[in-house]
């Protein structure tokens, strides 16, 4: 098929190999199979296709009157492209059309027989018959089930890549016969005549591939004349004569973004973003570093910020571990209400960079006097397992070190103590008890 889309504008064959194709159309005496050969023997591979549509016009426009002429024609065009499904084949229409019009004779026509065996995939001894063979009529009707026409209609009109016009699909051929169709003997000779007159044959396949659409002019309006003063006339407005100036013009790329910024800020700290708001944040934050001085993050609203949007906290602080107010977040970080979400991002910092001994010593004490505030059985052990969990994944990294744990880790030892029913508490005092030791 996109063989037919690089090829189609080709001209049709001429008389010399319309000789040499109908020549191999008439081999009567040869096999199916041996006639393919012959057929790709006589013409290059890159001219296959052209004779190919040459064949299909000869099919569609009647003008191969022998029997055996059309069913060698049939089979050529099916031998092609035998290895792929019928509804595959670009020259499907042609056999839809001919078993068509062939549908008041009966199953062993010779011809209606013939295009059924194509449907179905011919066997090896099918292709071992001459057309001579396959054009004599039987007594025996076949077995073979009749396609679905329309289902391959649609399989085939799916597979095209493009649509022609309806007009141009529409099968009407620009050939219109001098003779009358309901006498076949005067149809056959003129036939005949002219498949014996390879050039004038040739000259009426290239007219067969001309449209015939009308084409539809569109005359030039008439010139208006002014006749009443009533009558609208045309506006000139006078274009403006003074300089429009373009205030944008040579400012840095980087205040759209800082404004975008500052916007999704105001917006991460009201509540949570979208993942894709998220990202964008964080993307815009790590090509621009400098963008977080101006965002409005104040110390004050670090808590909110972390609560509703962890990712974009731990970035932001990140980026402000260079400035004389980090203290002042830390401070904040240190003070606030124990949380998933805290904890997460003081872990991450964690691997990210080092934090100074004493920060985490008072955000692990903050945290003990947090729990012993929640008197709710449920929300009590949850606090509890979050803050085991957490100075364990310390420890283990190496982050803390035993030593280091505030108080002689005597405050640690008797929190641990304390819940030691909670699975978590019991195995962090294991733990510190294994290191110490």
Known sequence: KNDADAKVTQEMLGPKDLSLLLNVLSEEEKSLENLSIQFHKTFNKNEIFNVECCMFSLLNEGLLPHLHHRLAAYYLLYDTYRAESIHLNPFLPIFIRSFESLS??????????????????????????????????????????????????????????????????????????????????????????????????????????????????????????????????????????????????????????????????????????????????????NESPDLIFNSGLTPSKLPQLIENNPSVALESLLKLMSSNQISQYFSVLVNMDMSLHSMEVVNRLTTNVELPAEFLHSYINNCIQVCQRYKERFTHERMVRLLCVFVSS???????????????????HAFCIEHSKIREAASLFRLLKNLKE
Not at 108 to 130: A, D, Q, R, V
Not at 166 to 174: E, I, N, R, T, Y
Not at 394 to 412: A, T
């Open 104 to 285: 008041s004779f009966p199953s062993n026509h010779p011809e209606k027989s013939f295009l059924l065996s194509l449907f179905h995939n011919p066997s090896k001894e099918f292709t071992k018959k001459t057309t001579r063979e396959l054009g004599i009529a039987t007594d025996k009707h076949t077995t073979q089930t009749m396609p679905d026409l329309n289902r391959l209609k649609k399989q085939y009109s799916e597979q095209i890549p493009f649509k022609f016009p309806s007009f141009q699909s529409s099968g009407l051929s620009p050939l219109l016969f001098t003779f009358s169709s309901q006498d076949p003997q005067k149809r056959s000779q003129i036939l005949q005549n002219w498949s014996e007159d390879n050039v004038e044959l040739s000259s009426i396949l290239q007219e067969a591939r001309n449209d015939f659409q009308p084409q539809f002019l569109r005359p030039v309006p008439p010139i208006f004349h002014y006749s009443n003063e009533s009558e609208v006339t045309w506006l000139y407005p006078s274009f403006p004569v003074h300089l429009l100036w373009d205030n944008s013009m040579c400012e840095s790329a980087s205040k759209g973004n800082e404004e975008d910024f500052k916007e999704w800020m105001n917006k991460s700290i009201v509540g949570p973003l979208s993942n894709e708001e998220s990202n964008e944040m964080i993307k815009l934050l």
């Open 394 to 412: 310390l420890v283990r990294n190496k982050i803390l070190q035993v030593k280091d744990i505030p108080g002689n880790w005597s405050i640690v």
